[in-house]
């Protein structure tokens, strides 16, 4: 069994900031690309950021120079720190990571169960 539980969602004025968290737990052998996408309602999700295990980074670009992730090997979390937030950032964020089980051969990608983040105008 593997579980991402995220925390740090909530309501912001714009230009606010919030930080996500994102923890992964159970049988975990390794971890590979960590990330959030985020969807907003009527909306497709899409990707807001993600990290490769070695810390590099790809952003999309409305979050650009917004949004920092990061991550914690050694606790298997993975955050986003986000800084000048805007109502359009208004979504239900997920994270995911691509997890090597003890008991299988390949990885597979696990996502938490969202988080809402609000951004009033």
């Known amino acids: 069994q593997v579980q991402l539980v995220e925390s740090g969602g909530g309501l912001v004025q714009a230009g606010g900031s919030l930080r996500l968290s994102c923890a992964a737990s159970?049988?975990?052998?390794?971890?590979?690309?960590m990330g959030w996408f985020r969807q907003a309602p009527g909306k497709e999700r899409e990707l807001v950021a993600s990290i490769a295990r070695g810390g590099s980074t790809n952003y999309a670009d409305s979050v650009k120079g917004r949004f920092t992730i990061s991550r914690d090997n050694a606790k298997n979390t993975v955050y986003l720190q986000m800084n000048s937030l805007k109502p359009e950032d208004t979504a239900v964020y997920y994270c995911y990571a691509e997890i090597l089980r003890y008991d299988t051969g390949s990885y597979s990608d696990y996502w938490g169960q969202g988080t809402q983040v609000t951004v009033s105008s």
């Open positions: 159970g049988s975990i052998f390794n971890i590979g690309a």
